[in-house]
């Protein structure tokens, strides 16, 4: 009796441990060859949208969502480290974008970072130390930024290297068509003084050699002061601009003073921080910017 005793309970000490051994890892048993990348925001999603377009076993994850804006000062929710520990690949705008990359990568040690920007010639706005950031909105900063993702996210992930190779090739002929389409527009416009809000268009107007002769807010949220809106209306006089180009995601309010002042017009230029979630959204975005500055500048 007690022998078989002890050959219950060994046997079914082994089924237990059996049982144990062999619960997997959550995140290979859910999906074993799935590559979890995470983009920082908007645009960066976008372009990650089209360079692993129709790559099996890809989940394509924007951290920030779709209505989140320039991130500036954006603080990381719990909710986003969670995301990211599941990642096994961030990208990343880098060049001072995301001011909490350092604490990723701190508490991330394992996960692998891709930079868009790598490698770019960056602008430094007048008085600043740091780079502008804001290279996707010039088009041709946006196909680099395709270019760099599509070959470091190959050299991590060379299982699906050519794909990412032959879609980077056919979103960059998409983005090249386009940028040659705004160059036909624009390149004859006699006027090409504009004032912006916010410091996200000098890669935008180097590359189509327009002049930004004011930025009124440098930081979105930051209201000028009387000094600054009279300084800015007094420029926008004596340099006869006609066009003051606002951001869809910030009030207009300032704008709309110095438009009375001076009777120049306010036009929207958006910078493709937010939007859908369409492959083409970026494309469509700077449509809509090549027909404002049609009507503002003619």
Request: charged share 20%.
């Amino acid at each position: 009796m007690i022998k078989r005793y002890l050959f219950v309970l060994l046997w079914s000490a082994m089924v237990f441990l059996s049982g144990c051994s062999s619960v997997p890892n959550p995140k290979s048993s859910a999906a074993p060859d799935k590559l979890t990348i995470v983009t920082s925001f908007y645009p960066i999603y976008i372009m990650a949208l089209n360079v692993t377009a129709n790559t099996s076993g890809i989940e394509l994850i924007n951290l920030t969502g779709p209505q989140t804006g320039c991130l500036h000062d954006y603080q990381l929710s719990p909710d986003d480290m969670k995301t990211l520990q599941k990642a096994d690949i961030f990208i990343v705008n880098g060049a001072g974008s995301e001011s909490f990359l350092d604490k990723v990568i701190a508490q991330q040690q394992n996960l692998k970072i891709i930079t868009a920007t790598q490698g770019m010639t960056l602008i430094k706005n007048a008085g600043q130390t740091d780079p502008n950031p804001h290279v996707w909105v010039s088009i041709a900063g946006a196909i680099q930024e395709v270019k760099n993702i599509s070959q470091q996210l190959s050299a991590l992930d060379p299982s699906h290297a050519n794909q990412y190779q032959k879609n980077s090739e056919i979103y960059i002929a998409k983005l090249d068509r386009l940028r040659q389409e705004m160059h036909g527009e624009l390149d004859s416009l006699p006027n090409r003084n504009m004032v912006s809000f916010h410091e996200a268009f000098p890669y935008f107007a180097q590359e189509f050699n327009l002049n930004i002769v004011a930025v009124v807010e440098r930081e979105p949220g930051s209201e000028p002061s009387a000094k600054e809106l009279a300084q800015t209306i007094e420029i926008v006089r004596k340099s006869k601009v006609k066009a003051l180009f606002i951001e869809p995601q910030y009030p207009s309010g300032a704008a709309n003073t110095i438009a009375r002042e001076t009777g120049a017009g306010v036009y929207t230029l958006d910078p493709a921080v937010t939007g859908p979630n369409s492959p083409d959204a970026y494309l469509n975005i700077m449509k809509n910017n090549l027909a404002a500055l049609r009507e503002a500048l003619r």
